[in-house]
Structure formats: C-alpha cells, structure tokens
C-alpha cells in the first residue's frame, strides 16, 4: 500500500518522531527508489526520508535499531538515522530523520577525470590519496561500532571539498540486535567480493573482510583516475566484463596480471606506483587470499598505508601540480603524457601563471659568459730544469767490479786469440780462457750492472707509455665535454627560440577557435552528457566502467574507433553508443552569437602558460649545466696538468737514471 499518493501529499507528509514529537516537514530535496527525502523545517540541518511502500516487520525493526545505535563518531562519518518516524506515536515506522549532506559530491565525481575537471578542477594527486585515506577511516568507524557497511558503491560515498567523507543510505548497512542481525541484501557486482559474485545477497551475513574488497576497489579507483582494478585487456578470446574478472581473481594491474591473460588499459599508471606498500595491499585485497577471513587489509591498514604514502610524496620538477612518491625516478604523470595520454592533472598544472621574476635576455647574457672547454686538446710536455734530476750513480765500488770483470773478458779474449795468430793455441789455451771468461763474468755478476741497466731501460718505457696513456685520456674527455658542451648550448637555443614563439603561437590557436566554433560549441554540450547517465540498451554498470577505464565518459569521448579498442565492444555495443551519440547531439543547437567560449581560451592559455614554465625552468636549468660542464672541464684540466707534470718528471728521472750508463 503505497505511503505517499500525491505530490502534495509527498510534499506535506504529517510525521511524529519516536519520541511523539512533531516533524515539520518541508519541501522535497531528493528521490529514490525506497522513499522520498525532505527538508525539515524548524531543523535545517536535518532531513527526513518517507518511504514510498509499506515497510516490513524487519525492517521497521532494524530502522528504529539504527537510531538507538547513533553516536557522536558515526554522526561525524555518516548520515546516520537519528530518529524512527511514524504517523502517529506507537505507529508503524515510516520514515527516518538523519542530518543533512550539503557541500558534498558522490565520490566518483573526484575520482572520475572528466568529473574532477568540473568540480575538482584544482586537486591534485595527494587530495585524492587524502580523500581515500578518509574514506577508508569512514569505514573504520562503522567497523569499530560493530556494522557492515555491505552494500558498498560510489553512490554511496559523498566527499567535499576539503576532502571529508559522508556515508548515505546507511539504512542499508548490516547491523546487530544481540544475537540477531539485521542484514543487507543488496549489492552492486562492481564492488562485490569473488566469493559473493554469483548468489543472492538475500540471507547472506556480511563481514569486514567483504567490505574490505569494496573499499578497495574504491581506494584503487580514487589512486588510479577512475580506473577499475578488473578492467583492463583480456589476453584470450571472449568477452571479459568486470563481473566475471572479479569472480576469476583477474586483477588487471597485479605482479601476476599475465599469468592470468590480463593487462592494465592503455595510459594507466603502474601499480608500483602508489609505492610498494600500498601496491602489496591492493594485491592482498584482489587475490585469493583475500577470500579467507580477515585476508584483506584492513580499513586501519589503509588508513595508515595510505597517511604514510601522502607524506612521501613529491612535486614534479617540471609541473607542480603532479606529484608521486619519492622513491620514483621520473614522474609518473610526465610518462604518462609523453607516451600519448592525457594530463590527469592539467587544470592543477595550468593555473594562470603569476609573475615569476625571469628575464630571458639578462638569462641568456649568463649564459654567453660561460667559459667553453677549450679548443686545443693538446698539452705541452712540462720543462724541468736541468738540476732537477736526482741521477741514481753506480757506488764506485759496483764501478771498479763492473770494469775489472770487463777488462777479465778482454784478456780471456786475448789468450783465445792470439796463440790462434801464431799457430801456438793449444788446449791450455782454451782451457785458461774459459776460466778467465767464467771469472770475468762472476766479477760482472756481482757487481750487478746489466740488471740495473735494464731495470732503469724497463722504467724509461714505462714513464713514456704512461704519458702517451695520459694524452689519449685528455684528448677523450675535453673532446666529450667540448661535444656535450654544444649539444646543451644548441638545445638551449632552441628552447629561446621556442619561447620568442610563444606569444604568436598562441595568438594563432586563439584564431583557430573561431574557425572551430561550431566543433567547440558541440564538444563542450556533448561533454554534459555522461555514459552512466545516459540508460543505453546492453551497456550497465559493469560496462560503463570497463569504458570509463579506456578514457572513455562523455559523448564527446564516444569516437567509433576508441570504443572498438574497449575489451567486450564489438561492432552492435559500439553502434549503440554511436547511436546515443548522435541523440545528443540532435539536442544541440549552434549559437554564433555566443563567441568563442572563455573556458576554451582560457584552456589555451592554461597550456601556453603551463609550456612558458616548462622553458623558464629548462633554460634555468640549462645555465646552471653549461656551467657544471665548464667547472668540471677546468677542473679535470688542472688535475691533468698535475698528472702529466708527475709523469714528466717520473719520466725525467727515469732518463737520467738510465744516462749514467
């Protein structure tokens, strides 16, 4: 029997609160499918939601259970039941009162990229990991005060600008009674656990660890611009929708994503990039696992993980609206856009640019001061003064054994030789020669000179290939520093040519605007109209998901050849929305008088400006190279003119040791 016939009636409902008190109710503030919500009138801070049928036993019961549970901390996480409402006092529950959520969005307006660029044009990546750092603290709470949340979804789930959290239709959530639960059976399959995927929620008892996969989910899509963690490209053949990759365990972004014939969508940022702390969580929530009790992280885990991973994070140097955890080399968002994706963050990146003091001629000026490395690669062979050598002499004693053993050879020589003149040679000849030869050579030996002079010849050699080692070196690193000294100065010429340009660059797309009037003016009304909103045939939650992972959100972003590269959208789902495309844009009607739309010029000029300092800080940075490399070159220069003064004078001494001979 319906409660509410008539839209006065539904508007003017007469209502007692447990406690007999009349409820003034007020105008209509919102629908749903249960009930009606209205304002309350001597209480603007509160809201009342009639139900449209009948309520069950159970659910009168479990509706009047939820008001005698509230508490401060729910009330501050929540728009918790504060009061069972009847038509009279005693009388069948028909409503509840609960505070009123203003100021607050559904979550996946932050998480949403086209959403965010409307309503939270000017969060970066950190207000998103603060808001999921609350959201998982939201459900720390209920988890404290003993409920399940159950149904968790992103219609659910309100944040505000300063990134607070409110849960709605708490109505829903899984409470206790003693030993009797008032349970939830309702669930969105985007959100639900692998174990639960397949049945009827209908008597089913809801635990922490299913809600853990929901928040999760939520997490992931709150860190990762929307994009579901069971979303991504499927190896095999068939259609892979987000339900069945849930319940196969198929997590699109995990370490072991390919072993199960998955991959990330195209332009998504890495799992590791959340940090491996965070990263380790997100596999622990989607693996098997998970499944078994309490095997996912808790809504405490992600609370801490996700405060630690907010404190370690960095700004790019480039744009300061990207920022990512330390312990990257690169920026992720940077990557992202240079390999052809979108800039998650432009309109934090691109706000107007204030004046920043930068000059370009006095920069330039700087930057024709800096020394180049010189163009002689050659270095002199320092002059030693010739006093300078200590000559290591032979000891007069060696001296005296050395010619005494030579003049030793000369006799045995000698007593050889001239009995064979004569004919007189006999073998006492022969005999005293050898012996005279053998001492001679004893003399010689221990006087140990031959070995000296080869020594002192080996060291000769050594000193000089030395410095032939030593003016190949030079000539390598001053031709390298020469060579990257010139690579740097013409990019540098480049980047100030680029920057005069800039000002008729821009001047010259403003221009183009007017001839692409009526293309803007279609764009932006076709951006009104979102996938989720827009009821077309074959295309649910599930799939409206799997699209807006692929970039894909609007009617402005349904082209044929995109959404043909969606996992699950052949040839009839992507004539569908080609056809819902069309619908919208027969709504639109092209208006000349209207101009060229600020927003499209003030895109432009967030671009222009965002890429002006990109180049104040490339060229900045380019000076302070030019003279990393000029410093390093006259430094490596002294050092080398140290080393080859120690050669030469190692090659010196090696010379005039070797000229005593």
């Not at 405060?307 to 480039?318: F, G, I, N, Q």
């Not at 054994?401 to 050889?416: K, Q």
């Not at 030593?470 to 990257?484: C, P, S």
């Amino acid at each position: 029997m319906p409660l509410l016939k008539s839209k006065e009636a539904r508007a003017t409902p007469t209502v007692v609160d447990s406690t007999g008190n009349n409820v003034r109710v007020g105008a209509e503030v919102g629908r749903g499918g249960e009930g009606t919500v209205f304002g309350i009138d001597d209480v603007p801070t509160m809201v009342a939601k009639i139900y449209h049928e009948a309520l069950s036993p159970d659910k009168s019961a479990k509706l009047s259970l939820l008001a005698r549970t509230i508490s401060a901390s729910l009330t501050e996480i929540a728009a918790w039941p504060a009061s069972a409402l009847h038509r009279v006092r005693g009388g069948p529950v028909v409503g509840i009162t609960m505070a009123r959520v203003t100021h607050h969005v559904a979550i996946h307006e932050l998480y949403s990229p086209s959403y965010r660029k409307r309503y939270f044009p000017d969060k970066d990546w950190a207000f998103l990991i603060h808001a999921a750092r609350n959201v998982a603290s939201a459900f720390e709470v209920v988890h404290r005060e003993g409920h399940v949340v159950g149904d968790v979804n992103e219609s659910g789930i309100m944040v505000s600008k300063s990134a607070t959290i409110k849960l709605i239709d708490c109505d829903s959530f899984q409470i206790r009674d003693g030993q009797r639960w008032f349970l939830c059976d309702v669930g969105v399959a985007d959100y639900t656990p692998p174990e639960l995927h397949g049945q009827s929620f209908t008597g089913v008892t809801r635990t922490a660890n299913h809600d853990a996969f929901g928040l999760a989910v939520i997490i992931f899509r709150l860190l990762f611009m929307g994009r579901h963690p069971f979303a991504g490209r499927y190896a095999g053949t068939g259609d892979m929708p987000i339900e069945k990759a849930i319940a196969e365990l198929r997590f699109a972004f995990g370490r072991h994503a390919s072993v199960m014939g998955m991959a990330p969508p195209p332009h998504a940022l890495a799992l590791s990039a959340a940090s491996v702390r965070v990263g380790d969580l997100f596999e622990r929530a989607f693996s098997r696992e998970g499944m078994r009790d309490n095997g996912r992280p808790s809504a405490t885990e992600w609370r801490e993980a996700l405060d630690t991973l907010r404190s370690e994070l960095r700004a790019c140097t480039r744009y300061s609206g990207h920022k990512f955890h330390a312990s990257l080399t690169t920026c992720p968002w940077c990557a992202m856009e240079a390999a052809g994706g979108p800039d998650m963050f432009i309109s934090v990146n691109a706000a107007i640019r204030a004046a920043t003091g930068f000059d370009l001629q006095t920069l330039w000026e700087e930057i024709s001061r800096v020394q180049r490395p010189e163009v002689d690669a050659s270095f002199s062979m320092p002059v030693l003064p010739a006093q300078w050598s200590r000559v290591t002499r032979i000891p007069g004693r060696q001296r005296a054994l050395y010619y005494v053993g030579s003049l030793g050879w000369v006799i045995a020589v000698l007593v050889l030789i001239l009995p064979m003149i004569d004919g007189s040679l006999t073998l006492a000849h022969g005999i005293a020669a050898v012996l005279i030869g053998i001492g001679a050579q004893m003399v010689r030996n221990k006087a140990g000179i031959t070995e000296e002079k080869k020594r002192r010849r080996l060291a000769v050699n050594h000193a000089e290939a030395s410095m032939q080692l030593l003016q190949r070196n030079w000539l390598r690193e001053v031709t390298d520093a020469k060579q990257r000294f010139g690579i740097k100065l013409n990019h540098l010429h480049q980047l100030r040519a680029e920057y005069h340009s800039l000002d008729s660059q821009r001047l010259a797309e403003q221009g183009r605007l007017v001839a692409t009037l009526r293309e803007r003016q279609l764009a932006r009304f076709l951006e009104r109209y979102y996938i989720k909103q827009g009821n077309i045939s074959g295309i649910g939650k599930g799939r409206v998901a799997m699209l807006a992972s692929y970039g894909i959100e609007t009617a402005a972003d349904v082209r044929r050849s995109d959404i043909l590269q969606v996992p699950g959208f052949g040839n009839a789902r992507t004539e569908d929305l080609m056809r819902w495309r069309r619908q919208c844009e027969s709504m639109f009607v092209f208006n000349a008088a209207l101009g060229v739309d600020a927003g499209d010029v003030a895109d432009i000029d967030k671009r222009f400006n965002r890429r002006r300092n990109d180049l104040e800080t490339m060229l900045t940075q380019g000076l302070m190279e030019l003279r990393r490399i000029s410093s390093q070159e006259r430094q490596r220069r002294e050092t080398f003119g140290n080393t080859v003064r120690h050669g030469a004078e190692a090659l010196a001494q090696a010379k005039a040791a070797l000229s005593v001979f």
